[in-house]
């Protein structure tokens, strides 16, 4: 209603002006040809009688003066017009902002409305607060358990996919290193030698990559995996030799003495083989396997391979250590049926 009043005055304010515009040009051009007619009919206080030219100049100038009119009033009208239109935008602008509100007090009153339901369901002469069962305390408390809840069966089955996705990483371990010792068996039986030759020694892995050994799986490994009796005869080894070992005299300077003090100190220590400890986690060993595996069966060359790049590249693109595991167990089948 307000707009249409708004638009209303504002129509009756240009039609005002026009006719005002309108009436000033009569007058004006009226004026000029009366001021013409009564020079020309009358002579001049000095006896001459005004020219043509003198009567044209006084009807232009009479002329621009209308026009001059004409174009203030038009301005005036234009900046009229300008100042309602935003005096209109501000009063829509103010309505809005009082309609957000409105909207904004009644979700409030709503959502107090469903807040005071629990009190006002309560029995007669029963605390709102403590009252018991339908109290508002108790369903409170009722809404933080079940959300401790869901949280729980969350965590419980996040946990359980951890321990799904743990007990498939141990079985790629397992089969990899099965694989590669088919791979080795199968090259060593691969190697001519004479008929009356003895077996020759299966292939040696490096021993870096033998410390990731696993423990056994729940069958055990097959009895005929040279891999596993390696691991295991290195350990007892190791073990031993740590057992065995003399104490080492301090030095000079009040501290044991360490393996770069002596030149041949290092020969004391065997820093090729370092199995990996019973807590150390099974999912960082079997990542570093990963990785490590590659060293033996890679066919990475200096630098990268003409016209194929880095062999290596799918590996680094991988989701994870499981997918690196089963394209390091491809890769020794297809070595072990290429044999």
């Keep these: 209603m307000l707009n249409q009043l708004n638009a209303s005055a504002l129509a009756e304010s240009a039609a005002s002006v026009e006719g005002e515009v ?6 004006a051009i009226s004026g000029a040809i009366s001021t013409a007619s009564s020079t020309a009919s009358s002579p001049s206080s000095s006896g001459e009688t005004p020219s043509a030219k003198d009567t044209a100049d006084d009807a232009a100038e009479a002329t621009e003066a209308a026009e001059a009119a004409e174009a203030a009033e038009a301005e005036a009208a234009e900046e009229e017009a300008a100042e309602a239109a935003a005096a209109e935008e501000e009063e829509e602008a103010v309505e809005e902002e009082a309609e957000e509100e409105a909207v904004e007090e009644e979700a409030a009153a709503v959502e107090e409305e469903a807040e005071m339901t629990v009190v006002e369901d309560l029995p007669s002469g029963a605390d709102p607060l403590y009252g018991g069962a339908g109290s508002a305390a108790r369903v409170w408390l009722d809404a ?11 965590g419980a089955a996040e946990a ?16 990899v290193w099965l694989e590669l010792d088919a791979l080795l068996t199968a090259v060593t039986a691969a190697r001519p030698r004479p008929p009356s030759a003895p077996p020759p020694a299966p292939l040696a892995v490096p021993q870096q990559l033998l410390g990731l050994m696993p423990p056994p799986p729940a069958g055990g490994w097959p009895e005929d995996c040279a891999l596993a009796a390696a691991a295991a005869a290195r350990k ?28 041949d100190a290092a020969a004391q220590v065997d820093q090729g083989y370092v199995p990996v400890a019973p807590a150390y986690p099974a999912r960082k060993r079997a990542e570093r396997l990963s990785w490590a595996i590659w060293a033996v069966i890679g066919d990475q060359k200096v630098g990268v391979n003409a016209f194929g790049g880095s062999p290596y590249q799918p590996l680094l693109e991988v989701d994870g250590t499981a997918e690196r595991l089963r394209a390091a167990r491809l890769k020794l089948r297809e070595y072990t049926e290429s044999l």
């Design 160 to 175: 359980e996919a951890e321990a799904v996705e743990a007990e498939e990483l141990a079985a790629l371990e397992t089969q």
């Design 236 to 263: 007892a080894r190791s073990e031993s030799e740590l057992e065995t070992k003399p104490v080492t005299p301090k030095g000079e300077g009040g501290g044991d003495l360490q393996p770069d003090d002596e030149p």
């Design 22 to 27: 309108h009436l000033a040009l009569e007058n």
């Design 144 to 154: 933080a358990v079940g959300a401790v809840a869901e949280e729980a069966e969350g």
